[in-house]
């Protein structure tokens, strides 16, 4: 069972940026589709970005043009750039495959600042 851990969460002000990184215990090219999720207190979890082992990539509209999913295969590692942070994108987030099986990281919280 590969393993997915999270890292790179932080505290940011407003108008700042991080990279989350996912590091797979595994080969991620069997994945197909690989993600990032993201919960807030009080809320769902709701799919923020995905890539496909061909690079096409698809955004949750509240972050189209400010975070950049991709991936190394060769790393089996899967980042997100997140650039422009608001308040709300205060939330944990979460590396994960569910297209492929019950495969999720630990979390990362990111906590943005105003």
């Known amino acids: 069972q590969v393993q997915l851990v999270e890292s790179g969460g932080g505290l940011v002000q407003a108008g700042g940026s991080l990279r989350l990184s996912c590091a797979a215990s595994g080969s991620i090219l069997s994945f197909n589709v690989m993600g990032w999720y993201r919960q807030a207190p009080g809320k769902q979890r709701d799919l923020v970005a995905y890539?496909?082992?061909?690079?096409?990539?698809n955004y949750a509209d509240s972050v189209k043009g400010r975070f950049t999913i991709s991936r190394d295969n060769a790393k089996n590692t899967v980042y997100l750039q997140m650039n422009s942070l608001k308040p709300e994108d205060k939330a944990v987030y979460y590396c994960?495959?569910?297209?492929?099986?019950?495969?999720w990281g630990q979390g990362t919280q990111v906590t943005v600042s105003s």
């Open positions: 890539i496909t082992s061909g690079g096409s990539t």
């Open positions: 994960a495959a569910p297209w492929h099986g019950n495969y």
